[in-house]
């Protein structure tokens, strides 16, 4: 657990960083950098050779985002969120119902797309997404950490639907929709090894400028 806060400790750190690069390039173009915080739903499941049949659950996820404006129709967006994910499986070689609850930081780097058609804009985007899994467990409660791995690695796409707002510091209001789709196995105990994630998430988010 410590391992894993200090972790977070050095993501926020990154993303306080990359504000400070950015803070000298805004003084260059009006506003090139925005704030944010977004908060909604997960559906999350696993899927892999020990996951026999799954079932999607849901869970909240909230965090905070940079986001970047490279051009009128490009930017970068790293985040960091928490996320709760929980899921029930059929485990093959056991024969039974598996329930799963996960507590994840993610780190999502996003390459956004925006169409020219201010004030509603729509925005596709895809980026890597680094987790950190602070909490397993199975059951009724029941401690799991020796059972999965504390860090995955996922692919994001995705995409939103914004409003722009320009009332004092709020500048954008946002419905988002996107697809997490693991790429490295969470499992780590016997029988339960090839287990990867995915997840549809939507969430409401609110930009600020700085």
């Known amino acids: 657990m ?25 003084s260059q173009a009006q506003s090139p950098v925005d704030l944010g915080v977004r908060g909604g739903v997960t ?12 079932d999607f659950r849901p869970g909240f996820t909230g965090g905070v985002f940079l986001n970047y ?10 985040e960091v969120l928490y996320s709760r994910r929980g899921t029930k499986n059929h485990n093959s070689a056991a024969g039974n119902d598996i329930r799963v609850r996960q507590d994840v930081i993610e780190i999502p780097v996003l390459l956004k797309l925006s169409a020219p058609t201010a004030p509603v804009t ?18 009724n409660g029941n401690d799991a ?7 995955d690695f ?5 995409g939103e639907i914004a409003y722009a707002l320009n009332k004092g510091p709020l500048s954008e209001i946002a419905v988002d929709g996107r697809y997490n789709l693991g790429l490295a196995n969470l499992g780590d105990a016997n029988n339960f090894e090839d ?3 995915s997840a549809f998430t939507g969430t409401l988010s609110l930009r600020f400028d700085i």
Do not use: C, H, W
């Open 195 to 197: 287990v990867r994630t």
């Open 145 to 151: 950490d020796d059972s999965f791995t504390d860090v």
């Open 43 to 54: 559906q999350a499941t696993f899927y892999g050779d020990d996951v026999n049949s799954n």
């Open 154 to 158: 996922s692919g994001v796409v995705g």
């Open 69 to 78: 404006q490279v051009n009128d129709a490009f930017a970068v967006q790293p």
């Open 122 to 139: 729509p925005r596709l985007y895809v980026g890597p997404a680094l987790g950190f899994v602070t909490n397993s467990e199975l059951g």
């Open 2 to 26: 410590q391992t894993v806060t200090s972790k977070l400790t050095a993501s926020i750190a990154t993303l306080a960083l990359l504000l400070g690069l950015a803070l000298p390039m805004s």
